[in-house]
């Protein structure tokens, strides 16, 4: 049985699309789709950048650097987001999919299909994001998305801030979707499902959060 990865198919009829993804003999377009969506990813990124989303850090120097000096730092950074877009394209797409491997019996390309889907997601919440920030002013920490609004108001460590605004109503649909294809796909039970999935969700959250309170700027 031959399979095409038609991936908004696969988040609108994930029932019919994982019983046919468990099914396939052969998954076909999955590498294309995920070149393209890796591509995508650095577009989104450099874009938001673009608009001048969190450069925070260069308007503090705005009064140090000359009219050209600024340019470049501008140029800079879109091109270093760009880059940094599509590190995280292909991160979300292959990292994961590694680990759930290591851990079933499945095929890695169906694994990779399954974060396709996660990647599409996430890459839907960033573009969101960016008419939200330029229209409110909002940095990512204050995503009305997120639990980071409600994570300001009983703490300032930025730590801890920065975790629970890591936790999305997109995030917690990717997690959905990443639970629900793994154990359509794979024999294993719920509860292990659920903590494949949830812990290495949360262990990327936590690394997150260490490398936003670092200020890279300042060991540079």
Do not use: C
Request: net charge neutral.
């Amino acid at each position: 049985m031959m399979f095409r990865s038609h991936l908004i198919r696969g988040l609108s009829h994930p029932d019919i699309y994982s019983y046919q993804l468990k099914k396939a003999e052969e998954a076909e377009g999955v590498w294309k789709r995920a070149v393209l969506l890796i591509l995508a990813s650095g577009l989104i990124f450099g874009l938001s950048a673009y608009f001048g989303i969190g450069s925070e850090y260069l308007s503090r120097k705005l009064t140090e650097l000359s009219g050209s000096e600024f340019e470049m730092h501008k140029v800079l950074y879109v091109i270093g987001q760009l880059l940094w877009g599509l590190f995280y394209g292909a991160a979300i797409i292959f990292l994961p999919a590694l680990f759930f491997w290591t851990l079933s019996d499945l095929e890695l390309k169906k694994l990779i299909v399954v974060q396709l889907l996660v990647l599409l997601i996430l890459l839907a919440e960033k573009l969101i994001m960016i008419p939200v920030n330029l229209a409110l002013g909002l940095p990512d920490e204050s995503s009305p998305f997120s639990l980071g609004v409600l994570a300001q108001t009983f703490t300032s460590n930025g730590f801890i801030v920065s975790f629970l605004a890591s936790i999305t109503i997109f995030k917690a649909w990717a997690i959905w979707i990443q639970i629900k294809y793994l154990k359509d796909l794979t024999e294993k039970s719920m509860k292990v499902v659920v903590a494949m999935v949830v812990g290495l969700n949360v262990a990327l959250w936590l690394l997150g959060a260490l490398f936003s309170i670092i200020q890279f700027e300042k060991i540079i």
